[in-house]
């Protein structure tokens, strides 16, 4: 789980001894604390904080790092939480929202069990982290979309099954409709390595072979990257274009699709995808 690796992260980058976090609610005004790291007690485990109340949930209703030197003293918060937060023994804590296209999904907190300040440098560290769970929820969400988006619409009517549509010209793959296929498809694989959430990115490796034509299995064993390379350049895109979008180098991408083109015994560009796609590699 992604918030787990954070915490241990946290402590690492701050140096401090406590870490706990959890992201809000769908729908719902408030966060539950799910896990924690370094703690003595599950006192704040399951703890639901609403937002505006405690100092997590102020940084929930500010959307901006909150800190306070000692917590059951502090003036700036209210102390809904106060049994939870003593028991576990905590005086200065932080509190960094996790904010995806301006909505706070989470928030991470760090603690110490002495009352003193926490300075710049262990804010910023534990901001840093925070950004590292937004880049990752965001890739998520986009990949979330990208699927909702390649799952084909239930065919009805007469024409589901009609040769005309079904037989040569369907599989020929022209028309706008492939061509949003083939864009969905590059994006897809492209995403599936910068998933945390395995379960996620085996669902999108899972789109991308339903993606791909019905066809005999492929005697061409092509490797992931250059079968990344070759659906960019399947959906339209230049060496520098896919390069950009992988995140790979240009020259990178021009080993990659050379390699794939020998495999697939093809000259140029165009030869190896339509090649890939009689194999059944490519939509």
């Known amino acids: 789980m992604e918030m787990r690796g954070a915490l241990a992260r946290l402590r690492r980058a701050t140096g401090l001894p406590v870490a ?5 609610e769908p729908g719902r005004r408030r966060m539950r604390i799910s896990e924690l790291n370094g703690a003595a007690t599950p006192a704040l485990r399951g703890l639901a904080v609403t937002s505006g109340n405690g100092l997590g949930g102020k940084a929930v209703a500010l959307a901006r ?14 102390h809904e939480y ?18 995806v296209r301006r909505r706070v999904r989470g928030v991470l907190y760090g603690a110490l069990r002495t009352a003193q300040p926490l300075g710049d440098r262990t804010l910023n560290a534990a901001v840093d982290v925070a950004r590292d769970i937004e880049q990752t929820l965001a890739v998520e969400d986009e990949a979330r979309g990208l699927l ?8 009805t009517g007469p024409a589901a099954g009609s040769g005309a549509e079904s037989g040569a010209g369907s599989r020929a793959g022209s028309g706008a409709g492939w061509e949003q296929v083939r864009e969905a498809h590059a994006a897809l694989r492209a995403l599936a390595p ?8 085996a669902e999108l490796l899972l789109a991308c072979g339903l993606l791909t034509r019905s066809t005999p299995p492929s005697a061409v064993a092509l490797a992931p990257r250059e079968l990344d390379v070759l659906a960019y350049v399947a959906a339209g895109a230049t060496n520098a274009a896919a390069a950009e979008r992988l995140g790979l180098r240009p020259e990178t991408v021009k080993g990659y699709l050379g390699s794939a083109m020998r495999k697939l015994g093809a000259h140029t560009r165009g030869e190896a995808v339509v090649a890939a796609r009689r194999a059944g590699l490519l939509p």
């Open 20 to 24: 706990f976090g959890g992201l809000v």
């Open 194 to 201: 910068r998933i945390a959430d395995p379960l996620l990115r």
């Open 148 to 155: 909702a988006a390649a799952r084909p619409e239930p065919r």
């Open 82 to 99: 106060d049994t939870a937060v003593a028991a576990e023994g905590l005086r200065s804590v932080l509190a960094i929202p996790v904010v």
């Open 65 to 78: 790092p909150c800190a306070v030197t000692d917590y059951s003293l502090s003036r700036q918060i209210s």
